[in-house]
């Protein structure tokens, strides 16, 4: 197991479709979090899961987006409806306790 | 809310000298962690330090090393020996001790290395 991994590293998109992003964490790592940074800015908050349970979401999390993390392994981020201002760095981290071993990002640009 | 402040959106150091990033961060607990990622270009972000607040001892780790002081809220990171590998951003990030509380991260310093 190499660290945590992300699919897909880039994604265009047009305004207005869906996008889904994956994140693969360190196999015994029970909690992931996803994050999201924007050009100049710290990465931001989205929401955090132990195990399979959705633990905590931010207020940047709109209706729009949904994270499931089935059986506690792999982690989907999915946005619908896609709008410019989604446009950003999406950032996957994991870790068992402690230090936070992130992904090298999906980076989704909106049309 | 905790809040993390870097007011160095860019530093600048010869090779081989030392440069020290600054971070100021505000928070009413009395038990946190503090950390200092490195974001290098296209690259995933690493952790290269971390200090508990409940430890007055500053972290040091090899090159790295910081000066906590909690009672200012200050926690910046002296980088000895400037590498050129240590061309990055830099993010100062917070977490609370209870919970599993995501980090709070500051909008990051770009430390550029000279030849």
């Known amino acids: 197991d190499t660290g945590v991994s992300q699919d897909p590293r880039h994604k265009i998109t047009k305004r207005g479709q869906n996008v889904t992003f994956r994140c693969d964490p360190i196999?015994?790592?029970?909690?992931l979090y996803w994050y999201r940074q924007t050009l100049g800015q710290g990465p931001e908050f989205l929401t955090y899961?132990?195990?399979?349970?959705?633990?905590?979401k931010s207020r940047l999390l709109s209706d729009r987006f949904s994270a499931e993390r089935p059986k506690g392994s792999f982690s989907t981020l999915e946005i619908q409806r896609t709008e410019q201002g989604d446009s950003a760095m999406y950032l996957c981290?994991?870790?068992?306790?402690?230090?936070?071993?992130f992904g090298e990002g999906s980076r989704l640009t909106v049309l | 809310a905790q809040t993390v402040t870097q007011s160095q959106p860019e530093m600048s150091v010869q090779e081989a000298e030392t440069v020290t990033l600054s971070c100021t961060y505000d928070?009413?607990?009395?038990?946190?962690?503090l950390f200092w990622y490195k974001q290098p270009p296209s690259r995933q972000m690493i952790l290269v330090i971390r200090?508990?607040?409940?430890?007055?001892q500053n972290a040091t780790e090899n090159r790295f090393s910081v000066n906590f002081q909690k009672a200012a809220k200050s926690f910046s990171l002296k980088i000895s020996d400037s590498q050129l590998g240590d061309a990055a951003m830099y993010f100062c990030?917070?977490?609370?001790?209870?919970?599993?509380?995501?980090?709070?991260f500051g909008k990051g310093t770009h430390l550029i290395i000279q030849p």
């Open positions: 981290a994991s870790t068992m306790a402690g230090e936070l071993f």
């Open positions: 196999s015994e790592h029970n909690r």
């Open positions: 899961f132990q195990n399979e349970a959705q633990l905590e």
């Open positions: 928070t009413s607990e009395s038990d946190y962690y």
């Open positions: 200090q508990e607040a409940y430890k007055q």
């Open positions: 990030a917070y977490r609370s001790s209870g919970g599993a509380d995501g980090l709070t």
